[in-house]
């Protein structure tokens, strides 16, 4: 079964600083990767989704990696803000069965201040 | 474009009660999902479906039931409530059956069981 680590659970940082998320996976036969933002009480928003034959997606201050060989991804994000702060979490979409299933980390939480 | 469209956003229920869960979605997808999110315990998948008429189980789906008889909504319906089925519950949809597209999330359903 796939498993997908968030590595750090928290992260606090001042504004301005170029910062990188970091999401791990067993299973290096991943179909694609993505990223979302969770705000408090509000569903998961969709940032990045890195095909399995891409290395990076970039939009803009957000530029995602993937290492298949490595079972890496990373979430760069240049020049954080305050609006910045959400709890972002990475999924691997694992193609073992004729469909599809998204195996979700348990996600990083941001906090940047002013 | 309304998205991804969940009701109720909070529900008490006492133990042993019935209630249904509403997702509908207007951008014409096919793969339709439920997650509950847990403390501790990330996203798990419940109930997922690929087309109207067309469902099958998750990780966790238990004490949980689906129907899709149009490509539009998907309920989650709780047969008899427990309190371990406290959580917050998702309804996300995608384009395409095999989450080749971005998956997108309601804002959820905080449910609690007395």
């Known amino acids: 079964k796939q498993e997908v680590t968030q590595i750090p659970a928290a992260l606090s940082v001042p504004e301005g600083e170029n910062l990188v998320l970091n999401c791990s996976f067993t299973d290096s036969a991943i179909y694609n990767l993505q990223w979302f933002r969770q705000d408090p009480g509000k569903g998961l928003t969709s940032l990045l989704l890195?095909?399995?034959?891409?290395r990076e997606q970039t939009s803009g201050r957000l530029n995602a990696s993937l290492d298949k060989s490595s079972g890496r991804s990373t979430l760069y994000i240049a020049a954080s803000q305050p609006g910045d702060s959400a709890t972002y979490l990475c999924a691997a979409l694992d193609r073992g069965s004729t469909l599809g299933r998204l195996y979700f980390g348990r996600g990083t939480q941001l906090t940047v201040w002013p | 474009n309304a998205g991804v469209t969940q009701t109720p956003k909070f529900q008490v229920l006492k133990t042993g009660q019935s209630m249904t869960l509403q997702c509908a979605q207007d951008m014409n997808h096919e793969y339709m999902s439920w997650y509950r999110q847990d403390p501790g315990m990330g996203l798990r998948l419940i109930h997922y479906s690929v087309g109207a008429g067309i469902t099958d189980q998750g990780e966790v789906p238990n004490g949980y039931n689906v129907s899709r008889s149009t490509t539009e909504d998907f309920p989650l319906r709780l047969l008899s409530a427990a309190p371990s089925q406290t959580s917050v519950y998702f309804c996300?949809?995608?384009?395409?059956?095999?989450?080749?597209?971005?998956?997108?999330f309601g804002n959820g359903t905080r449910l609690t069981v007395t």
């Open positions: 996300a949809s995608s384009y395409t059956q095999g989450l080749e597209s971005p998956l997108h």
């Open positions: 890195i095909q399995s034959s891409q």
